[in-house]
């Protein structure tokens, strides 16, 4: 069974940054078996995938982050950084990290920023970014 705990959001003003962690149980990524992503939710709004890191550390992400969002995962602690740089008040949201196995058929180079494709999820953190 795997796990997802998402910690270091919090409230900061527009500019500022802030670096989201998400420690993974049961599942190894050097084992190359998982692609992960970060999805938010905005009150109202639907989610948004706003990046995802293949197997192989491919990575990839929306126009309304690159630039400003940097996903690394660290294979010595399994743990999933989203460093948010450059905030803005739009991009105040519960943030989720989502882990999803690949199938036999699925490139390691692969990832995905859709929701609808990931089983496992975090409790998700709150950030929030005034102006």
């Known amino acids: 069974q795997v796990y997802l705990a998402e910690s270091g959001g919090g409230s900061v003003q527009a500019g500022g940054s802030l670096r989201l962690a998400c420690r993974a149980s049961?599942?190894?990524?050097?084992?190359?078996?998982?692609?992960m992503a970060w999805v938010r939710q905005a009150p109202g709004k639907e989610r948004e995938g706003i990046s995802c890191?293949?197997?192989?550390?491919?990575?990839n992400y929306a126009d309304s982050v690159q630039g400003r969002f940097t996903i690394h995962q660290d294979n010595a602690d399994d743990t999933l950084y989203l460093q948010l740089d450059r905030l803005k008040p739009e991009d105040t949201a519960m943030y989720y990290c989502a882990a999803q196995r690949r199938s036999p058929v699925t490139s390691v180079w692969f990832c995905s920023r859709a929701s609808s494709r990931f089983q496992t999820w975090g409790q998700g953190t709150q950030v929030t970014v005034s102006s």
């Open positions: 049961g599942l190894t990524y050097r084992d190359r078996e998982y692609y």
């Open positions: 890191i293949a197997a192989d550390g491919t990575t």
